[in-house]
């Protein structure tokens, strides 16, 4: 079963504009992370946020974290071609175990 | 990059035959894990080493087994592969066990006809 659920699945904006995706999960966390998957390649680790932590940003990204929602959104801005990719959120509810969602694509239109 | 190669990157089998992925990393991580991505199910977690010789399940261990003689070695072993073990495979380290981000490769295609 998945622990996170990225919403929307899909996502397509033109360059320039801002992406923004969630992320809900069921179980208390230690911290939740957001990982970019350019097609055919592995993920790669983009942001991640304490349980005790609010929001974060780093670079054009902004994460923030809902504990008692249980949710958590990704926010890219002055979105690129670039950026076209899956996103996943990944939660670390325990030791070795970092459980992901299925996934929003984003198409980024130049 | 983190140093993590993934081989073989592509591999077509057939239904009951042995297939070993082998993921060997460069980094020194003491923590190494196997996903599958198959579309609607993200990533779940197959098997993962906490160090050499020690290995334990994930949530879908069921027809796999992993082994870890060294440490930049984790190899994951299909005994008797089935169509239903058609996915991405991706191994994946940490440095960290409680925090953790992950280094991932670059992928296992592997088609069970």
């Known amino acids: 079963s998945q622990q996170g659920e990225e919403d929307p699945q899909a996502l397509s904006i033109q360059e320039g504009e801002n992406a923004t995706m969630n992320c809900s999960y069921k179980?208390?966390?230690?911290?939740l992370q957001w990982y970019r998957q350019n097609s055919g390649r592995g993920l790669v680790h983009l942001i991640l946020?304490?349980?005790?932590?609010r929001e974060k940003h780093s670079g054009r990204l902004r994460v923030t974290l809902d504990t008692s929602k249980k949710s958590s959104s990704l926010l890219i801005t002055a979105s690129r071609a670039a950026d076209t990719a899956s996103y996943f959120c990944?939660?670390?509810?325990?030791?070795?175990?970092?459980?992901f969602g299925g996934g929003t694509r984003v198409l980024v239109k130049p | 990059d983190a140093g993590i190669t993934q081989s073989p990157r592509h591999k077509v089998t057939e239904t009951g035959t042995p297939v070993t992925l082998r993921c060997h990393q460069t980094?020194?991580?003491?923590?190494m894990y196997w996903y599958r991505q198959d579309p609607g199910h993200g990533l779940r977690l197959i098997h993962y080493s906490y160090g050499v010789k020690d290995t334990d399940k994930g949530e879908v261990s069921d027809g796999y087994s992993v082994s870890r003689s060294k440490t930049e070695d984790f190899l994951l072993t299909l005994e008797s592969a089935t169509s239903s073990q058609t996915s991405v495979y991706f191994c994946?380290?940490?440095?960290?066990?409680?925090?953790?981000?992950?280094?991932f490769g670059e992928g296992s295609r592997l088609t069970v006809l």
């Open positions: 179980t208390s966390i230690n911290n």
């Open positions: 980094e020194n991580h003491r923590y």
């Open positions: 946020i304490r349980s005790n932590e």
């Open positions: 990944a939660t670390r509810a325990a030791v070795n175990k970092l459980t």
């Open positions: 994946a380290i940490s440095a960290d066990r409680d925090v953790g981000e992950l280094f």
